[in-house]
């Protein structure tokens, strides 16, 4: 699963890259600290009204990202269920037993990776890449090799997916069909992924060239057509999420405890 | 006034891996502000050269050259980056590697941003350059929006917007519409009249190189003619129809456009009354009387087993008034109706981004096809998948690279067989032979081993025509087939499209080259802004 930004004038789109860096920052700090199914809960609840109300993301559409998640999701919960430690016992299985603390951590580090998963599914759908380049170059004073190698990542492998599939139907016109069983299975996908490697290589290399004939690298620095987006907004969000996320470490460290 | 010229003293290059060199021992100068032309058929070298001259071979692409490469007193294999854009702007043939922004204003504003252009006047170079391709409407345009030939446009802008001294074209008005390929002469024109050098390169003697002061023509990867174009096409014709660089006389002569225009109109006159013959059995009039035409070029592949012949048969594919919006709003074809008879060869024609690959991609189910309006054998194709219709309907791809799925080119004729059996399975002794005949038809036998990606423009085109031709198919849609390639190699295409035509496949073929097929086709539908006109 590959993302794309998506065009669109959401409020979270109209919000400098760098402050909701922060912000992510913010959710990922609280993610870890928190402990209980129930304090994860509330981060993802929070999560999906902001990508909702905020990035304009749909339920649907945020369903269909996180089940993406499930597969690794799924057998974490249960290793995590049967090996967390616990005292309060809630079922037996053999010598194998479930108990509530064992539950709940397992909810815990489930719910967190949805959160984790779903706060940068929302950075990426709403952050040009063009905007996050002069941010890390203008703002951040990062070299701009380096910057672009994060915007080419995120502008390049929407295009290899793409690419993928123009192989992939390639090969249904050129009579190739999906093998049946594990070894029908195993070959198709050798053979779709090792035209894709070889298409993706070709392409990077194409890529390079033009971005040189261009005088990418050609000077230390550069100018932007595209001006800043305007910070003012953003600063103001990345200090209250700061100052929300510290009472919030304060009161699981003072009051929780 | 510009200072400076172009030097090649006894240039010769070798591609890594390659035992013999793909540029041999030329010597020659372009003067600073001259126009030139470089032509030549498939694989004489011209790209090759393109990439000599801003440096990327040897520097980047490795390989071996000899002798000098100067421009305006540097070699570009070893200046910096700085040096080398600032002086020479190339537009590849392949648009889809130089458009890196993944949106047009950006990858306009790329170039001249990593030189330190200020912002505004970037602002002003985007806005000329947009505007002398014909792209200004599409300045905010996603690249993948685009049409190929609208990125062809939009990756020439972007070299524009460069400003460099120099202009090298690398065959890059083939995917343009008849519209857009004045424009670009044009372009070229005013470039020259700047004072700036211009160099295109060329599969034909085209328009842009008629226009040109110089014509270089290059055969086997060295100079053979070099002059003004008048003189070379008075004094020389001869020899560029032999090369494949002009058609031969009877190439050139076209059908009537009468006839063209009675036949469209019987088309899509069939397709408007669905109640009552939409798969009437009416024979549609197909010119197929004149298959030795061109043949020169090749001997008869075909050893397969017929299909069915047109006499009696039903028609094989109709449109019914097939609208199709892509899921971002962008609506590309409205209300599209005509029908296609076993053995038909159409083309579609129509300016760039008039829907032309779009339809293509809906008939081959490449792109989810709408309810009840398209119709296979009198079926509903929607639902159906892309390895279903490919039992009958064979696609060759508008960019051949996007077709090859193998690193032979023998696998690649050959996949076809091996992909109706295990892959293990050794080929029978008449797959073999049919295919070294498609092979030897398409002049490539000799390069058999060779990767497809290393084949020149022309090569890949016939190569990907060939591996549709291998296996017989109800129909074959051909997506510019002839693009940006050479007249012989063009006739070769043409010719193994006029013998499938006669073993009664139909093709529908899209084309900016309607004059070199007219004699043969059945009908021409033309779209204009997503209509039928």
């Known amino acids: 699963m590959i993302i794309p930004y998506a065009h669109g004038q959401s409020w979270l789109q109209r919000i400098d890259p ?69 005292t309060t016992q809630l ?26 998963f779903l706060t940068s599914y929302v950075y990426i759908k709403t952050t040009d890449p063009q ?26 492998l929407p295009l290899l997916q793409e690419e993928g599939r123009s192989i992939s139907a390639a090969h249904h016109i050129r009579g190739g069909r999906q093998g049946r069983g594990l070894r029908g299975r ?52 990345a200090i209250l999420g700061i100052l929300i996320t510290s009472g919030l470490l304060w009161f699981t460290y003072n009051v929780n405890l | 006034m510009l200072q400076g010229v172009i030097n090649l003293d006894g240039l010769s290059y070798t591609y890594e891996g390659d035992s013999k060199p793909i540029i041999k021992d030329i010597t020659l100068s372009i003067p600073n502000g001259q126009w030139a032309a470089i032509i030549g058929p498939g694989g004489s070298g011209k790209s090759t050269l393109c990439q000599l001259l801003n440096g990327y071979l040897p520097r980047s692409g490795g ?8 421009i305006e007193a540097i070699d570009p294999a070893y200046a910096s980056i700085a040096d080398i854009a600032e002086r020479v702007g190339v537009v590849f043939q392949d648009a889809d590697a130089q458009l890196v922004q993944g949106n047009v204003e950006a990858d306009v504003a790329f170039g001249p941003e990593n030189l330190r252009v200020p912002p505004a006047d970037i602002a002003r170079r985007i806005s000329a350059s947009l505007a002398a391709v014909g792209l200004t409407s599409h300045r905010y345009a996603r690249v993948r929006e685009l049409s190929g030939g609208q990125r062809q446009r939009a ?72 002059g003004p174009p008048q003189e070379l096409l008075r004094k020389h014709a001869e020899q560029l129809v032999l090369l494949g660089l002009l058609p ?64 009696g048969a039903t028609a094989l594919l109709q449109l019914h008034k097939l609208s199709y919006t892509y899921p971002g ?91 109706r059996r295990h892959r293990h399975t050794a080929l029978t002794a008449q797959e073999v032979a049919s295919a070294e005949q498609m092979l030897e038809a398409a002049g490539l036998l000799g390069r058999r081993h060779d990767s497809p990606y290393l084949l020149s423009q022309g090569e890949k085109r016939i190569l990907s025509v060939v591996c549709q031709f291998v296996i017989p198919k109800k129909l074959v849609i051909l997506d510019e087939p002839t693009s940006g390639i050479d007249y012989a190699a063009a006739e070769r295409i043409l010719a193994l499209c006029r013998e499938r035509v006669k073993h009664g496949t139909a093709l529908l073929m899209i084309t900016h080259d309607p004059n070199l097929v007219a004699r043969d086709t059945s009908f021409v539908l033309q779209l204009h802004h997503g209509e039928l006109q």
């Not at chain 2, 002469?185 to 040109?212: K, M, P, Y």
Request: charged fraction near 15%; hydrophobic fraction near 45%.
């Open chain 2, 63 to 70: 390989g071996h050259r000899e002798g000098i490469v100067s």
């Open chain 1, 131 to 156: 905007d996050l380049v002069s941010s890390l170059t203008q703002v951040l004073r990062i070299p701009y090799r380096f910057a672009f190698g994060i915007s080419m990542a995120l502008t390049f």
């Open chain 1, 186 to 237: 195993w070959s198709w996908w050798t053979t779709l992924t090792s035209a894709v490697l070889y298409n993706s290589i070709r392409r990077v290399q194409q890529t390079a060239a033009a971005m040189e004939s261009k005088g990418f690298g050609a000077y230390p620095d550069r100018t932007y057509l595209r001006p800043l987006m305007p910070v003012q907004k953003g600063r103001i969000l």
């Open chain 2, 155 to 226: 990756a020439t802008a972007a070299v524009l917007a460069l400003e460099p001294r120099l202009f090298v074209f690398d065959d890059c008005a083939a995917s343009l519409d008849g519209a857009a390929q004045v424009q670009f002469v044009q372009v070229c024109a005013s470039l020259h009249e700047q004072g700036r050098t211009v160099i295109n390169t060329s599969g034909r003697f085209d328009d842009v190189a008629r226009a040109a002061e110089r014509v270089i023509v290059l055969q086997g990867g060295a100079v053979v003619l070099d």
């Open chain 2, 248 to 311: 031969t006389p009877e190439g050139a002569a076209a059908t009537s456009a009468q006839h063209i225009a009675a036949t469209s109109a019987q088309h899509i006159a069939d397709a408007s009354s669905p109640d009552t013959g939409v798969f009437d059995t009416t024979k549609h009039p197909t010119d197929v009387s004149s298959p030795d035409k061109g043949a020169s070029y090749i001997t008869n592949p075909f050893t397969t087993v017929d299909l069915p012949s047109k006499e």
């Open chain 1, 18 to 86: 760098l402050s909701k860096l922060v912000l992510i920052l913010c959710i990922a700090i609280l993610a870890t600290r928190f402990q209980t199914s129930t304090e994860q809960a509330g981060l993802l609840l929070f999560s999906m009204v902001t990508a909702r109300f905020a990035a304009g993301i749909t339920w649907g559409g945020q369903w269909k990202a996180l089940s993406f998640l499930i597969v690794f999701v799924v057998p974490l919960f249960i290793i995590t269920v049967f090996t967390a430690p616990g």
């Open chain 2, 329 to 419: 709003g962008q609506q590309v074809l409205r209300e599209v109706s005509f029908t296609l008879q076993p053995g038909d060869w159409g083309i579609l024609v129509g300016e760039n981004g008039s829907g032309k690959s779009t339809l293509s991609r809906l008939l081959m189910g490449l792109i989810r096809v709408p309810r009840h309006s398209i119709f296979w054998g009198g079926k509903d194709i929607a639902g159906l998948s892309v390895a279903d219709l490919a039992e009958d309907i064979g696609y060759v791809f508008q960019q051949p690279e996007h077709q090859f799925v193998t690193h032979s080119v023998w696998d690649e004729v050959t996949y076809g067989y091996r992909s």
């Open chain 1, 91 to 116: 079922l037996e299985i053999g010598k194998l037993s479930i108990t509530m603390e064992g539950m709940d951590m397992a909810g815990s580090v489930s719910l967190r990776m949805f959160t984790l």
